[in-house]
Nanobody
C-alpha cells in the first residue's frame, strides 16, 4: 500500500526558508506523478507544484514560481519542496500527493487527479 509521509514543516519568519520532504513507500514510483498542495485555514486546498518522479517538466503555481523548488531523490524514494522568500500567505498545511497516472494538461493542478495523500505538515510564516 502506498504511503506518503511529510516532514520538515515549522515556524519561520517572513523572508526565510524551509524545506519539506515527502517519503514514499509501498509502490513503484518511477512512473508516478507527484504533487504538493497546501490548505490554509478557511480556504480551499491549493495546488503548489507537481512533476513526474522521473526527470521531466515541473509545474508551479504562479504564486510560488521563482521562490519554491521541487525535486526528487529516486534513491531515497523522496520528493522535496524547497521554499524560499516565504511570505505569511504561504502559511498552510502542506500535503504531498501521488498519482499512478500521468496527468494531462491542467489536470496536474487538480487534487482529484491524485490518488494518494500524506497527512500533511504545518508551515507557518510569521510577519
Amino acid at each position: 500500500q502506498v504511503q506518503l509521509v511529510e516532514s520538515g514543516g515549522g515556524l519561520v519568519q517572513a523572508g526565510g526558508s524551509l524545506r519539506v520532504s515527502c517519503a514514499a513507500s509501498g509502490g513503484t514510483f518511477s512512473r508516478y506523478a507527484m504533487g504538493w498542495f497546501r490548505q490554509a485555514p478557511g480556504k480551499d486546498r491549493e495546488f503548489v507544484v507537481a512533476g513526474t518522479w522521473s526527470p521531466g517538466p515541473t509545474y508551479y503555481a504562479d504564486s510560488v514560481k521563482g521562490r519554491f523548488t521541487f525535486w526528487r531523490d529516486n534513491a531515497k524514494n523522496a520528493v522535496y519542496l524547497q521554499m524560499n522568500s516565504l511570505k505569511p500567505d504561504d502559511t498552510a498545511v502542506y500535503y504531498c500527493a501521488a498519482s499512478p497516472d500521468t496527468p494531462r494538461g491542467s489536470l496536474w493542478r487538480v487534487g482529484r487527479q491524485y490518488k494518494y495523500w500524506g497527512q500533511g505538515t504545518q508551515v507557518t510564516v510569521s510577519s
